[in-house]
């Protein structure tokens, strides 16, 4: 797959779900690449005609600073290039938060950590760390859709920060059910809080795949990031549960139609460009990929690139 060759035109209606869409994690399973592998794919994908796709360089907090001994060479001095860069923490958010304001104040502009993604366990926790979060960083807490966890959306939103849900990983197991996903995302939309996913949201329409790239990888359902993205545009224009539930398990690529000014569902169910800006606005973000090529490649496919 050669990302410089774009087959046709993108349409707008395709530009505006997914500008910024990917927030590449190639240090993460299961592609789990090296620092240097990681950091010279970001550079090239930067660089190719689909980078409009492209959203942040996603590191673990620490390996912070391996990660800029790795990029330096690439990253130039203008704020109007740079790298935007998610820091995903350990245990401590506070020293994380320390370390990402001094990094920043070290190798700023041209490179700036603007976005934490943090596991909440309480409401006390998100109230505390959004409070000592530095000017122009937003938090995304990682929030397991278990009993109560609306109290800590609820927390986020009167934080004025975002959500994540994990939807998937290297296991069967690890990737939650559909109404699962539904209600989390109905209760973000409520609450007026935007969020990102991550993990095992590799292809576009929901399959059965391999879980890893390994030869002798078991297989499962992965959810599709098309069918996440349309499924969050019908849940602010507040369709029924089981509708959203059909989105979220619809197998058939036939039936996702793009237009130039819109998108429809099985024919009949649209969201215009409008709609299509406010559920990237007011609902999903960004999804975490180990993968920027399978994505690309899925969609050309589709015939959308």
């Not at 950091?39 to 942040?56: D, P, Q």
């Not at 509708?243 to 398990?249: A, K």
Request: hydrophobic fraction near 45%; glycine fraction near 6%.
């Amino acid at each position: 797959m050669d990302n410089n060759v774009p087959n046709q035109p993108v349409m707008e209606s395709v530009r505006t779900l997914l500008a910024g869409a990917i927030d590449y994690a190639g240090l993460f399973p299961p592609s789990q690449l090296s620092m240097p592998e990681a950091v010279i794919n970001y550079a090239t994908y930067r660089n190719s005609n689909y980078k409009w796709m492209l959203g942040r360089f996603v590191v673990g907090i620490g390996r912070l600073g391996e990660f800029y001994e790795c990029a330096r060479d690439f990253i130039s001095r203008d704020a109007a290039t740079a790298w935007r860069v998610s820091v995903v923490t350990a245990d401590n958010p506070f020293e994380a938060i320390r370390q990402v304001e001094d990094f920043n104040a070290a190798n700023g502009p041209g490179i700036v950590c603007d976005t934490l993604e943090i596991k909440a366990m309480t409401a006390y926790e998100i109230e505390s760390v959004s409070t000592t979060l530095p000017f122009g960083v937003q938090a995304f807490f990682e929030i397991a859709p278990v009993e109560g966890y609306t109290d800590l959306i609820a927390a986020t939103a009167a934080a004025g920060q975002c959500a994540k849900i994990r939807t998937g990983g290297v296991t069967a197991d690890a990737f939650p059910r559909s109404e699962t996903i539904v209600r989390f995302v109905e209760s973000c939309v409520a609450a007026g809080v935007p969020f990102k996913a991550t993990a095992g949201l590799h292809h576009p329409i929901r399959c059965f795949r391999p879980l890893t790239y390994e030869a002798n990888s078991a297989k499962g359902t992965m959810h599709g990031f098309l069918n996440l993205f349309l499924m969050t545009g019908f849940a602010i224009e507040s369709y029924r549960r089981s509708f959203l539930e059909s989105v979220m398990e619809e197998e058939f690529e036939e039936v996702f139609e793009f237009e130039p000014t819109d998108v429809k569902w099985r024919n009949e169910f649209a969201l215009s460009l409008h709609q299509i800006e406010r559920l990237r606005r007011d609902g999903i973000r960004s999804f975490g990929s180990c993968s920027f090529d399978e994505p690309i490649a899925d969609l050309q496919a589709l015939g959308m690139l």
